[in-house]
């Protein structure tokens, strides 16, 4: 069979490429969530109920996802993204950071008044949090 030439621009390629990559990491996850045992952390927890059918039924269908991402990767001569570990913990301290602020008292006037005793307690509790967050920053950065 003869392979015609697919004519593509740059900002085409580029839009094919950000949600290939949205995707893809997305599906990975999915199959992360499918493997993984129960998880519990402090404010949730991830109980795996998938039965061993569904589990098979997803994983196979994640790799057929994976399998036309390849293809379309190749045809379309899409380059792979690097990420370095440091970059991606700075920018998810980045994006905690912002969030974190939404904590302060100051912020959560906008919801209604806000008492003393929780102004007292929820503030000091947030700057030791952005403290932290700041002091991973700093280290990532050495």
């Not at 519990?40 to 569904?54: D, F, R």
Request: charged share 30%; glycine share 0%; with cysteine.
């Amino acid at each position: 069979m003869e392979k015609k030439e697919i004519k593509i621009t740059v900002a085409q390629k580029n839009s094919i490429s950000s949600v290939l990559l949205i995707l893809n990491e997305m599906i990975d996850e999915i199959e992360d969530l499918c493997k993984m045992e129960n998880k519990n952390s402090i404010l949730y927890a991830v109980v795996n109920n998938l039965n061993e059918k569904e589990k098979a039924n997803l994983l196979e269908t994640t790799s057929e996802i994976k399998d036309l991402i390849k293809d379309i990767v190749k045809v379309l001569n899409i380059k792979r993204k690097k990420y370095e570990t440091k970059t991606l913990i700075s920018s998810r301290v980045s994006s905690l950071w912002e969030i974190i602020c939404e904590m302060e008292s100051k912020r959560l006037k906008s919801y209604g008044e806000v008492s003393t005793h929780l102004k007292e307690f929820l503030d000091p509790c947030v700057n030791r949090i952005i403290h932290l967050l700041k002091n991973i920053a700093i280290f990532l950065h050495k």
